[in-house]
């Protein structure tokens, strides 16, 4: 009997947790993430567009010939980082709007600014004091503020008028280095007139600090208005607005983000593009099931040739029946039926021909004419009668004659068995062109893509019985560590290896932008292991919403294909390895003021619950208390950086026959999706070989997975300090105060 859907479900959930919480552990261990922050799977991961902008992509563009990333790559790198779960943005918003000032003390009796207190009142008699010209203070103060963001806004136009200029005297057509003439030519511009407008900003500032009396008031201001602090937060709120991007199709906005390094991209597809330089297009068990399902074809149409010439033979249809209408029948009667329309059309034209004649005649007798216009009629509607008959007896020979030609194309009459014939035989000849030309590929590929037996570089056991978090694990060596460290690359390195590709920039010696920027992680566990992991890490799984993927998707073709269970039970009953690359892109948001959640002087507003803080929000996850994380939904924490993974080979060792017959059998019909943990791709084997993002290769001892799309994987987030505050903190600010406890 058939597991039951939900059973499927369950145990797709767990093993996703299993080898998610897994991977976590070897990713933390290998890039430590502070306290403050905490790290989390991405399932599924993200696979990245890796076409170039030139040609369509999202993310990948030549920094050579771009000063300023590309509006469509800041859309595209707006929509990844936008794409974690809640916007960052409307949570951030909205929690802007919960910030209130913390209560303002000032050193005095009572501690309260409010009218009648001296400082309040000194503060507020000076604002309201009035020049010769009966402007108060505040006004001039405006007028001078205004008068300097002026000078600044003109040296700020002028500058960009200054780019756009460069671009249209320099555009990409002028040459290879004209972003070198573009800077030379701002650069130039710069020169001419940086003192001019800087002198200018600097003299409106001297004006509205001196005759502005820019200090003071700013001093006196914050001594009646104990909300000065919000301004900061309407100024964070301003550079939100100002970050918006209109998004591709006019319709939204995305805000714009920055990513570090910014040639995140252009790494991914050199990752990429080694990976398809080691493994080819296509693997040994993929063109076996290829030759396989070409042999069986091959067969089966010799099988189709031998039935179609026997005699004795009926095919491919057998005892079909003559149709009961010949054509010659339908032919005499069709042709009859047009000798009497022929009839009647004469008929028509001489009864036509006596009643004009009759009608003309002004001595022709009533009667008469009468009896000459019956007979026209009379003529006129045995026409149409006969037209009829005519077009009946046409529509029953079309069916006649169609009805035999399908009869004699059914049983192979006349000509058509010497047309199938010749099909065949051309079917065939085709067919075994492509088996030569397959076997001498594998030939090939044998050279290339040898047995291979799992070599082994280290291991991981636990200390003790309380040790819940080291795995029984082999490390086992991942493809291409037989080669030195990039960074020790010179031109005789390497020798008899193919180089990563690069794009073409310089490989030897690499420049500091061009140094490796991945980090190297292996990990292996037992099927132990994992059934442990899974049963302390599932219930995770219920936060963060569905689950549907590759192999792991719990729903649809997965209920109802049976080797996706079996391939489950074997990938959970064999040891694993696993090796990638990591590459860490950290997220700068311009708009996101993060000290504004660190400052003293802000607080929330009554029954707002921002963030538990670091410790607190540690404890929970530890806990499990999924009642507590959900108090602190809005925004507790913000990604701050992602993990991109490359050149991912997943090892199996143990019994696999499931997982290499599911992938062989689904590869080449069509469309093939494959996950294990936060990894998955679809890939379909009839696609050019560029897109293949996914390969199996049989070992020795098993079998491995190797991933050549890099995908997004983990991220990284901040967590915002306890918001409310804690009752009994005392931070120093100004005013009087309970005293800060001292220590003895």
């Known amino acids: ?36 922050q905490y790290l989390t799977m991405a399932i599924p991961g993200t696979v990245i567009d890796l076409e170039d902008y030139d040609q369509g992509g999202s993310f990948v563009y030549d920094v050579r010939k771009h000063a300023v990333a590309p509006t469509t790559v800041r859309q595209s790198e707006a929509r990844l980082i936008g794409n974690t779960g809640k916007s960052v943005a409307r949570s951030y918003s909205r929690s802007l709007d919960a910030l209130v000032p913390a209560k303002a003390t000032i050193s005095s009796s009572d501690g309260i600014r409010s009218p009648g207190n001296d400082n309040y009142n000194n503060a507020m008699n000076f604002l309201l004091e009035k020049d010769p010209e009966g402007r108060n203070v505040v006004e001039v103060y405006r007028d001078k503020q205004k008068a300097w963001g002026q000078a600044r806004s003109d040296w700020d136009t002028a500058r960009i008028n200054a780019e756009e200029e460069a671009v249209k005297k320099f555009p990409s057509s002028s040459g290879d280095n004209y972003i070198g003439k573009q800077k030379r030519y701002i650069n130039d511009w710069n020169q001419q007139n940086y003192y001019k407008y800087k002198t200018a900003a600097q003299a409106a500032w001297m004006d509205w600090v001196v005759n502005g009396q820019k200090y003071n008031v700013d001093y006196n201001f914050g001594m009646i208005d104990i909300d000065s602090i919000m301004t900061r937060i309407e100024s964070s709120k301003e550079s939100l607005r100002n970050a918006t991007i209109p998004d591709a199709d006019g319709a939204n906005e995305v805000y714009g983000v920055s990513l570090t390094p910014n040639r995140w991209a252009t790494y991914c597809k050199r990752k990429a593009e080694g990976w398809y330089d080691r493994n080819g297009n ?21 099988e189709a040739d031998k039935m179609v010439k026997d005699p004795n033979q009926e095919y491919p249809v057998h005892d079909a029946k003559e149709p ?6 339908t032919q005499r009667e069709m042709e009859g039926k047009l000798d009497s329309l022929y009839k009647a059309q004469g008929n028509l034209a001489g009864a036509k021909y006596n009643n004009d004649q009759v009608q003309s005649d002004k001595n022709a007798p009533a009667d008469k004419k009468t009896e000459s216009a019956t007979a026209l009629k009379t003529a006129a509607d045995d026409v149409l009668s006969k037209q009829k008959e005519l077009q009946d007896a046409q529509h029953a020979h079309e069916r006649a004659q169609q009805d035999w030609n399908d009869f004699r194309l059914l049983t192979l009459q006349d000509n058509a068995r010497n047309d199938v014939t010749g099909w065949i035989d051309s079917k065939k000849t085709t067919i075994e062109a492509q088996l030569k030309r397959l076997n001498e590929l594998r030939t090939e590929k044998m050279k290339s893509d040898p047995v291979t037996v799992p070599v082994i570089t280290g291991a991981t056991a636990p200390k003790d019985d309380q040790d819940k978090d080291t795995p029984h694990g082999t490390s086992i060596a991942p493809e291409g560590s037989e080669l030195a460290n990039p960074i020790f690359r010179t031109k005789a390195s390497n020798a008899g290896a193919t180089p990563p590709p690069t794009g073409g920039a310089t490989q030897s010696p690499p420049s500091a932008e061009d ?9 292996s566990y037992s099927a132990t292991d994992q059934a442990t992991s899974a049963t302390q890490s599932s219930w995770g799984m219920k936060v963060g919403g569905s689950v549907g993927f590759g192999l792991w998707s719990v729903g649809g073709s997965y209920a109802h294909d049976e080797s996706h269970s079996d391939m489950q039970s074997d990938m959970a009953a064999c040891d694993v390895s696993i090796s990638f690359s990591a590459l860490v892109v950290n997220i700068d948001r311009p708009w996101l003021y993060g000290e504004l959640f660190q400052d003293i002087d802000l607080g929330v507003a009554d029954g707002v619950k921002l963030s538990p803080g670091a410790l607190r929000l540690h404890r929970m996850i530890q806990d499990q208390s999924l009642d507590q994380i959900g108090e602190y939904s809005q925004f507790p924490a913000y990604p701050t950086s992602f993990i991109v993974a490359a050149d991912t080979t997943i090892e199996f060792n143990g019994s696999t026959k499931h997982i290499e017959q599911h992938f062989n059998s689904h590869s080449n019909s069509g469309g093939l999706s494959v996950g294990y943990g ?24 098993g079998c491995k997975l190797s991933f050549g799309a890099p995908q997004v994987i983990a991220w990284v987030s901040q967590i915002l300090p306890a918001l409310p505050r804690e009752a009994d903190i005392n931070p120093l600010t100004q005013g009087a105060g309970v005293p800060i406890p001292t220590t003895a």
């Open 515 to 523: 140094a490796d920027p991945w980090t190297t992680i292996t990990f």
């Open 1 to 36: 009997m058939s597991p039951k859907i939900e059973d499927l479900q369950k145990d797709a959930i767990n093993s996703i947790a299993g080898v998610s919480t897994l991977l976590r552990n070897a990713i933390a261990a290998a890039l430590p993430v502070a306290p403050e």
């Open 282 to 302: 296509y693997t040994l068990g993929q063109l076996d099931a290829e030759i396989a399902r070409l042999e069986s074809l091959l067969n089966s149409f010799t």
């Open 678 to 701: 936060p990894w998955s791709v679809s890939s379909s084997f009839h696609e050019e070989g560029s897109d293949q993002k996914v390969q199996m290769h049989t070992t020795s001892t």
């Open 324 to 329: 009961p209408v010949k054509p010659t029948d």
